[in-house]
């Protein structure tokens, strides 16, 4: 009886250790040193290019109201906002997939170390993904626009806290 108890705390604890741990955020650190980035919107599935503009005022907006500086010739970091819709016809749920990923230049910790030594100027960067969130959704036809928009405005919302998390004198 006593062997099952100790088995069953030492279970239990591995259970909630690796559950704690599981929930850690990948993309803690990497947002730091950024004050200035560029901003790339695609909408695919709707046919309203009007929609896709009020998109992109509502990104500029909402991050202009913070200090994260959009800079459209900036080729890197590149926040990505891409908005994925599928009409399924008949069907009264419209289905969507909001992505908003954040793209910059690293180079392995090889190339760096090989040409390092050699003290050669490094050319060939690789382009990775430092923050990424996405969320998939389905709404009525009537209600689909102000539902994704508030999807957009949590994602932006999320992406600003990370950010300032990252770059916390960036508050002041």
Not at 160 to 169: A, F, G, H, K, R
Request: with cysteine; hydrophobic share 40%; glycine share 4%.
């Amino acid at each position: 009886m006593r062997l099952h108890i100790i088995q069953w705390w030492f279970a239990t604890m591995f259970i909630v250790c690796s559950g704690l741990t599981a929930q850690t955020n990948w993309s803690g650190g990497n947002l730091s040193k950024i004050s200035e980035v560029s901003l790339d919107i695609s909408v695919n599935g709707l046919e309203d290019p009007m929609w896709e503009k009020k998109v992109e005022q509502i990104s500029l907006l909402f991050l202009d109201r913070y200090k994260l500086k959009i800079n459209p010739d900036r080729f890197s970091p590149a926040v990505d906002i891409k908005i994925s819709v599928i009409e399924p016809g008949d069907n009264p749920l419209v289905s969507y997939n909001i992505d908003l990923s954040v793209y910059d230049f690293f180079i392995s910790k090889d190339d760096y170390t090989k040409n390092y030594s050699k003290k050669k100027i490094i050319k060939k960067f690789k382009t990775g993904k430092i923050y990424q969130q996405n969320i998939l959704g389905q709404s009525s036809n009537e209600m689909m626009r102000p539902d994704m928009e508030n999807t957009l405005i949590r994602l932006l919302d999320n992406f600003i806290d990370q950010w300032y998390q990252d770059n916390p004198l960036k508050q002041f």
